[in-house]
């Protein structure tokens, strides 16, 4: 399924993170679009989380699938050992701007349980060929610690008009810089292309024409997500 030769490049986040990008990933990315298409009626509305849309969670064999290729390819890149616990799904992204969950309308990240020694990846893989669909972003906190943690635990807590209010973030997808978060880097999305990077930096869908977003796996923002809950390597 996916490439055994890929060509990885890299994304500079910070000096300590990277993003890796490997275009071509999969061999036959159309069956996936055929998969996610036959399959429509089956996607979900994903309300616990931070994604804007719905989803359907992949079979274990495509689990293990991405699994493989990520310890293979990507795990010692960042810093992981073994992986411990892997998800994966196709996700369609649909919400109107106005619609979103104050937690969707800031950068975010992954929140896997973990426990000590532990780290996660994330990775998505893009299966739409418009690109004005929107890659992902990457963001720096720019307030304190204890400011961002007020913010993060307000956009789960409060609805959008008591966040606009306590905080002056209205309703939107997250594009750019604002008082809280700086964006420091954006990968492009590219049909077939794979990005892969920490969870736990700050990062978004780059979604700047939310007008184009379907339900349709055809012709919308389709990815193939995936997180990886990993034992952290030993620095000696």
């Not at 996916?2 to 986040?13: A, D, G, K």
């Not at 990315?29 to 969670?57: C, I, K, M, Q």
């Not at 635990?153 to 810089?177: C, K, N, W």
Request: aromatic letters at 10%.
């Amino acid at each position: 399924m996916f490439n055994p030769r890929p060509r990885i490049e890299s994304v500079q986040i910070t000096p300590r993170e990277t993003c890796w990008v490997v275009d071509d990933a999969l061999l036959e990315p159309e069956r996936w679009v055929d998969f996610a298409a036959t399959h429509a009626d089956r996607f979900e509305d994903a309300p616990h989380n931070a994604y804007p849309g719905s989803e359907l969670r992949l079979p274990d064999d495509a689990t293990q699938a991405l699994s493989m290729f990520f310890s293979m390819h990507l795990r010692d890149r960042l810093g992981a050992r073994r992986v411990q616990r892997a998800v994966a799904k196709l996700a369609l992204t649909t919400r109107a701007p106005q619609a979103l969950q104050p937690r969707q309308s800031i950068c975010h990240v992954d929140r896997l349980e973990t426990g000590p020694g532990q780290c996660i990846a994330a990775s998505v893989l893009y299966l739409f060929g418009d690109a004005d669909l929107g890659g992902t972003s990457f963001y720096m906190p720019i307030r304190p610690f204890d400011e961002i943690a007020t913010l993060l635990r307000d956009s789960a807590d409060l609805d959008a008009v008591q966040f606009e209010a306590r905080h002056g973030i209205a309703p939107a997808y997250m594009t750019d810089s604002n008082a809280w978060f700086h964006r420091i880097a954006t990968v492009p999305a590219g049909f077939n292309r794979l990005i892969v990077y920490s969870g736990a930096v700050f990062h978004s869908g780059d979604i700047r024409s939310p007008e184009k977003l379907t339900a349709d796996p055809r012709t919308g923002r389709l990815s193939l997500n995936g997180f990886f809950v990993c034992s952290r390597r030993l620095v000696a």
